[in-house]
């Protein structure tokens, strides 16, 4: 009966780890997402709300919450999906130190990007000529198809093998670590499938899809981190990584 | 779990697949023709193929069994990585000597 409702009960988080859920009252309206109505507890209710995001359109990965239970993007979340008769839930993600209120520590998170060699390395320099890249190339489609994650850490909230195990990289940087590993461009995927393939590395994953099934890109880090496997287990057996 | 264990617990899994099959036909097979123990016996004393079919299973066994305890330890219980590791060599331990202590109890003449 939303339609004859004009009120939204909402829980936020409200302080650091010891903190407490607070409730408020928020006006309902039209295509309303979940980052309006914390935007609106903010201006309206509590100037001192710490919360986290900066595109509004799906693009840059930082509203990323707790709603209802389930990590999402808040920005492209409505109201009207997730609402349960009009109540909402609103925490910081999970499995991430929390600074205050809604906005986790995400250092964790891109400190293993870094772990998992995230970063590209380039064989050529400006002055070299552009090199061609075929996008119908087995290794490129492999790398197109994991390309779009915008950092959310949606898939590291959702993860259960990250709650366990406080040394495993989480889907978002081996999700990573394959597109560049299918980037023929790239020269440190030695050091690359070395650092996966190590304790807390692609082998600790259980493949069982919550990363997937979270990720508001619909991108599929358990099928790139059973890449990462297959990959690391022949360099392995060839002998061109160490482990 | 890295690669040399990945590597380990899936090759162990692969040799297991058909010995498993295989030890269960074994066991319908013994009861369908109600062989006794001496009847079991008789077959197994000094068989070389016996011996080399349940030693590379028990061996198997007891490779790939700590490796899945170890991660259920780190994962689930309180224990360090080093202590997890050492509990899981320990049951491999364990396994390989009850397991081959059976061989020899079915296969030495
Ligand atoms: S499939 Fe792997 S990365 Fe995805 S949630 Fe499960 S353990 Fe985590
Ligand atoms: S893989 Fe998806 S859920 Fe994970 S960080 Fe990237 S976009 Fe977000
Ligand atoms: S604010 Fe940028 S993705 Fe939500």
């Known amino acids: 009966m939303s339609n004859v409702r004009s009120q939204l009960t909402v829980s936020l988080w409200r302080g650091g780890e010891d903190g407490r859920y607070q409730s408020y009252q928020v006006p309902l309206r039209e295509n ?9 507890v903010q201006r ?17 990965g930082s509203c990323a919450m707790t709603v209802n239970g389930r990590p999402r993007w808040t920005c492209r979340t409505h109201v009207s999906r997730v609402a349960d008769d009009g109540r909402l839930e609103i925490g910081p993600l999970e499995n991430l130190p929390l600074i ?12 293993k990007w870094q772990q998992a060699k995230g970063a590209f390395a380039p064989s050529k320099t400006r002055h070299d000529p552009i090199e061609t890249i075929r996008p119908d190339s087995p290794a490129r489609r492999a790398a197109d198809a994991a390309i779009e994650c915008i950092n959310c850490g949606v898939c590291y909230a959702a993860c259960d093998v990250v709650r366990w195990n406080e040394d495993y990289l989480g889907p978002a940087a081996l999700n990573r670590a394959w597109t560049l590993v ?10 690359r499938l070395e650092a996966v393939a190590a304790s807390g590395g692609c082998h600790a994953c259980h493949s069982h899809q919550p990363c997937q099934e979270h990720c508001p890109l619909s991108l599929n880090p358990t099928a790139s981190i059973a890449g990462l496997k297959r990959r690391t287990a022949l360099s392995f057996l060839k002998g061109e990584i160490e482990a | 779990m890295n690669v040399r264990l990945y590597l380990a617990q899936r090759l162990t899994a692969a040799v297991m697949v058909p010995l498993v099959g295989l030890h269960l036909a074994v066991i319908v097979y013994a009861t369908r023709h109600e062989l006794s123990a001496a009847d079991v016996l008789a077959r197994t004393r000094g068989s070389i193929a016996w011996a080399l079919f349940y030693g590379i299973f028990v061996l198997a066994a007891a490779i790939h069994a700590p490796i899945g305890i170890r991660t259920v330890l780190t994962e689930w219980s309180p224990l360090k990585r080093r202590s997890a590791d050492g509990v899981a060599i320990g049951i491999g331990l364990l396994l390989l000597v009850l397991g081959l202590r059976a061989v020899a109890a079915v296969v030495l003449p």
Do not use: H, I
Request: net charge negative; glycine share 2%; with cysteine.
């Open chain 1, 32 to 40: 309303q997402t979940v980052l309006d109505v914390v935007t609106w």
């Open chain 1, 44 to 60: 309206n209710l509590e100037p001192s709300l710490a919360y986290r995001f900066a595109c509004r359109v799906g693009m840059c």
């Open chain 1, 100 to 111: 205050k209120d809604l906005a986790a520590d995400m250092r964790p998170f891109f400190e």
């Open chain 1, 182 to 191: 299918n980037d023929v461009r790239d020269t440190a995927n030695v050091r």
